[in-house]
């Protein structure tokens, strides 16, 4: 008996990952080794050279942000490139290694090889990024059957977790490092997005960012400069800012610890004092923002707010009271959340992973796209008695469902003109230098004789976002064939082959390996933030776990493991998170 692969749903998120599975009749997210089921998307090198993801790569971040990298998914389908250690990498590669994480995870929890992947991308994520994330995915050895956008996910999980009622509802999902909104059709059985709209450097991440740099100013710094001269300080400030976030989703108030230049939290330093009221003043222009978005949706979808019968809210920084209220009184209803904000995105991967694998107890459920941006040509206009070129026209339009088809007829503008060049761009501008190019090519044959030989160019647009233009020459039926390619700008298949051989060049730390070496950063990190007379203490019990390891005892290694995360966990809890002793 042959047994069908598994493929796992991703979100491949800007702060934080995860992957999960269709599991007999329900979406079931799958753990990483240390038990959690947020990856955050962080990438180090540790001091040895060796490669850290997720949980260990966060943790060298606060004591060593120069050799770490996070957040890179706001730069996928660039060319940004960062230092770690000896190394440069870009966006995918980045993302290629935390999907490799992912994708060993669930090996170990499912015990079988994991090939094929659902991975979620930002609705407002344009072809270039939407590529680059199937490149990370084929990187890190996984065919990316399908990938998806995450407000759909996210109403994927609910729509099958909710009665069949025909609804117009709103997916709010503000994220780590991104900001979507969605306006979504259940109709019949059916899901489909009328629009879609948002920013790609809006999130959580912000808010924490506005934070950082008001306790800076409160100190008479200013965050840009402390950035460049004291990264320690920062990136210890913004773990700090991170916690007292949190804090105020729960309480009026948070204390602040401010640590030295050297990123030192010295006993009885400075420290802040925030009230929630503050906080949200402070991030309010952020928080504004989110409108032009949510009324840009609402106007491509031709609908008022009040047609809006459910607001659905996704994202870890929909947690914050002041999101909640907003989005609450901007459409004078509760928003949805009954769902974990964090884990609904690759719940709902996980059902479409499972619809891809043609389960049959989800075959009822069918899911339709839109493109997230207009597609189109570059053409000329006449303006007065001169012909000129650069204008836009579109094919598709934003917001259209896809899968779709569509063609429009142009025509030459020179006499005995035989060849065109079609250029294909991606945007909303109507000059092309203002729009994404993705590609061109050239029609020939076209029969001598005076200008305004026809032409149809049609655009066929599928769900996973690759284009394919078709240009035919009327007259003579002849027509030219072009297909966006799924690979990223000039990397030719040999160039790939080498980037993936690279990639697996890195020296990764065995899993168990990993947790240790975690475990020390950590009580490291802790170290540096305990009053003097618990150090001591916390000194002995690392000596004793390097001892173990260095003597590669197991049963020594797991008692002085297990006491030593019970000392830490007193201080700052399993998911990050300081508790007072
Ligand atoms: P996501 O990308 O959905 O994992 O969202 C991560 C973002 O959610 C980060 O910016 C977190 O700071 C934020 N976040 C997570 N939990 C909370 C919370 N309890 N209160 C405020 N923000 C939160």
């Excluded at 799958?30 to 260990?56: A, C, K, Q, W, Y």
């Excluded at 935390?98 to 344009?126: C, M, W």
């Excluded at 105020?248 to 108030?253: F, G």
Aim: proline share 5%.
């Amino acid at each position: 008996m042959t047994t069908e692969p598994i493929i796992v749903g991703i979100d491949l998120g800007t702060t934080n990952s995860l992957v999960a599975r269709w599991s007999v009749d329900a979406p079931a997210l799958i753990p990483n080794v240390f038990g959690d089921m947020l990856t955050p998307s962080v990438v180090g090198i540790d001091l040895e050279g060796r490669l850290l993801v997720g949980r260990p790569a966060r943790e060298l971040q606060v004591l060593h942000p120069e050799r770490c990298a996070s957040a890179f998914k706001r730069h996928m389908g660039t060319d940004w490139k960062t230092q770690l250690g000896e190394r440069e990498f870009g966006a995918v590669e980045l993302s290629s290694l935390v999907l490799r994480s992912l994708k060993a995870d669930a090996e170990s929890h499912l015990g079988q090889p994991i090939t094929h992947a659902v991975i979620t991308v930002p609705a407002y994520f344009n072809e270039h990024q939407r590529q680059a994330t199937i490149r990370a995915g084929e990187l890190a050895g996984l065919t990316v059957r399908r990938i998806l956008n995450e407000p759909t996910a996210a109403a994927i999980a609910y729509g099958i977790h909710e009665a069949n009622q025909d609804s117009v509802f709103l997916v709010f999902d503000l994220g780590g490092g991104t900001f979507d909104v969605s306006i979504m059709d259940r109709f019949e059985g059916a899901l489909e997005i009328r629009s879609s709209s948002g920013e790609i450097f809006l999130g959580g991440e912000d808010f924490t960012r506005a934070l950082v740099a008001r306790v800076l100013q409160s100190q008479n710094l200013i965050y840009e400069r402390v950035e460049h001269e004291a990264p320690r300080m920062v990136s210890r400030l913004r773990r700090e800012c991170e916690m007292a976030k949190r804090v105020l989703a729960r309480d009026e108030q948070a204390t602040i610890r401010i640590p030295g230049k050297d990123g030192e939290l010295p006993e009885g330093g400075p420290t802040a004092t925030i009230r929630r009221t503050e906080f949200d003043t402070w991030t309010e222009s952020l928080l504004a923002r989110t409108e032009i978005s949510l009324r840009r949706a609402l106007g491509d979808a031709k609908l008022r707010r009040q047609d809006i019968q459910d607001v659905i809210l996704v994202g870890g920084a929909t947690r914050m009271p002041a999101v909640r209220a907003r989005v609450e009184s901007w459409f004078n209803r509760m928003p949805r959340c009954s769902l974990n904000p964090d884990e609904v995105v690759a719940l709902g991967a996980a059902v479409q992973a499972g619809l891809v694998a043609r389960d049959r107890s989800l075959s009822e459920l069918v899911v339709t796209d839109v493109a997230p941006f207009t597609l189109g040509v570059e053409t000329c206009h006449v303006i007065g008695r001169d012909l000129r070129p650069g204008y836009f026209m579109p094919v598709i339009n934003r917001n259209t469902t896809i899968p779709v088809s569509r063609v429009e007829r142009v025509s030459t503008v020179a006499p005995n003109q035989t060849s065109v060049r079609v250029k294909l761009y991606q945007g909303e501008a109507r000059r092309v230098q203002d729009n994404i190019p993705l590609g061109e090519f050239e029609v020939d044959g076209i029969p001598r004789g005076p200008a305004g030989q026809e032409i149809d160019i049609r655009f066929t647009y599928d769900q996973n976002g690759v284009l394919e233009a078709e240009a035919t020459v009327v007259a003579t039926g002849k027509s030219v064939r072009h297909v966006v390619t799924r690979h990223a700008k000039g990397l030719s298949p040999a160039q790939i082959e080498e980037a993936v051989r690279r990639m697996q060049d890195l020296k990764t730390h065995p899993r168990e390996e990993q947790a240790n070496r975690m475990l020390l950063l950590r009580a490291e990190r802790i170290y540096q933030e305990l009053p003097l007379e618990q150090r001591d203490l916390l000194d002995q019990l690392l000596h004793g776990f390097e001892e173990a390891l260095s003597m590669q005892d197991p049963s020594a290694i797991e008692t002085n493991r297990e006491s030593l995360e019970r000392f830490l966990n007193r201080f700052d809890g399993p998911d990050g998170e300081r508790q007072d002793f």
